[in-house]
């Protein structure tokens, strides 16, 4: 059996000293932790995939913390990232969370304020993921559909009832009982709220969008 891995830290600061004791703190509350102390070599490397957090100094030779950030955020990196800065200033602080911070700490930061900060952090990432991937399955499955089943799932969707739905397209009520089915089953959805629920903003997406050439 496949052990599962805790969360993963990420600490970019170019000062080993602050890495180490960051680290011993973090790794208290059971999440793992890795050091960085090039910046440049962390954006190369780092393990996007890892559920976690990234704690990142504003203040480093060669590139800046926030420089860090607006390359992160451009690549679409989406661990939340928390920046710490022994010198903040008003302006460093809005510009880090309009570059995308999720937190802004100064040094000495608080111990039960940062660890209280990351667990936040790595509870709203795997949020984030598992809202990702299911967006991604209620898209796979959407796409299974017939354009018929599509049809009848827009107009479910917009409140009709079997008959209203077949004088609308066309077909007898039993014709339309039946799309309805299969389309219920290929979407794994098991009420009509759960239809709802899961696949109206892909529908209303579908129906916004210009028809292909």
């Known amino acids: 059996m496949t052990a599962v891995l805790s969360p993963l830290i990420h600490i970019v600061d170019d000062d ?9 703190l973090i790794s208290t509350v059971g999440l793992r932790v890795q050091g960085w102390g090039d910046p440049q070599q962390f954006l190369r490397e780092f393990p996007r995939g890892d559920i976690g957090a990234i704690v990142l100094d504003v203040r480093m030779p060669g590139i800046s913390g926030l420089a860090v950030l607006e390359q992160l955020v451009a690549q679409g990196v989406d661990q939340p990232v928390v920046m710490l800065t022994g010198h903040g200033t008003v302006e460093m602080c809005r510009r880090a969370f309009k570059g995308g911070a999720a937190e802004f700490l100064e040094k000495p930061v608080d111990d039960e304020v940062l660890l209280e900060t990351l667990q ?4 709203t990432h795997v949020k984030s993921r598992e809202r990702l991937a299911g967006d991604r399955e209620a898209r796979e499955r959407y796409a299974q559909l017939s354009d018929r089943e599509r049809e009848v799932a827009g ?5 009709l009832t079997n008959k209203e739905i077949g004088r609308a397209l066309g ?18 959805a098991e009420s009509l709220a759960q239809l709802i629920r899961r696949y109206a903003a892909l529908i209303d997406e579908e129906a916004a969008s210009p028809p292909a050439p």
């Open 171 to 188: 077909l007898s009520p039993r014709t339309v009982e039946t799309h309805r089915a299969h389309l219920f089953a290929k979407l794994q």
């Open 120 to 123: 936040h952090a790595v509870r």
């Open 155 to 159: 107009l479910i969707v917009e409140g």
């Open 16 to 24: 080993e000293a602050v890495r180490a004791g960051l680290a011993l």
